[in-house]
Nanobody, 127 residues
Framework: QVQLVESGGGLVQAGGSLRLSCTAS????????MGWFRQAPGKEREFVAA????????YYADSVNGRFTISKDNAKNTVYLQMTSLKPTDTAVYSC????????????????????WGQGTQVTVSS
């Protein structure tokens, strides 16, 4: 099992920045990749960003590309989501997720790829 705990959410004005953190514990050696997803009220969960646990390629949703940056610190078992130029439409509960390995194929934006999920952290962007 892998446990994930997010932090860093909050209330910010449009144009502002926030950094989310997600720290993994447990069987971290089994993690293949980490992702961030978000869900706004009344909407389906959507992919935000992802990164392989042992690589450095990054993947982003079109809606956040150029504004958000995903990164990781393997020594701390932590993945980050730096969010800049925030918009009211970015308001959502943000959750991190871990995909287990090994695997031959990984679809970063598919939530079904991720077996472990954090509890989520609220991000609210005011206009």
């Amino acid at each position: 099992q892998v446990q994930l705990v997010e932090s860093g959410g909050g209330l910010v004005q449009a144009g502002g920045s926030l950094r989310l953190s997600c720290t993994a514990s447990g069987r971290t050696f089994s993690i293949y990749a980490m992702g961030w997803f978000r869900q706004a009220p009344g909407k389906e969960r959507e992919f935000v960003a992802a990164i392989p646990w042992r690589g450095y390629s990054t993947y982003y949703a079109d809606s956040v590309n150029g504004r958000f940056t995903i990164s990781k610190d393997n020594a701390k078992n932590t993945v980050y989501l730096q969010m800049t130029s925030l918009k009211p439409t970015d308001t959502a509960v943000y959750s991190c997720a871990a995909a287990g390995g090994p695997r031959a194929v990984w679809y970063p934006s598919d939530g079904n790829e991720y077996a472990y999920w954090g509890q989520g952290t609220q991000v609210t962007v005011s206009s």
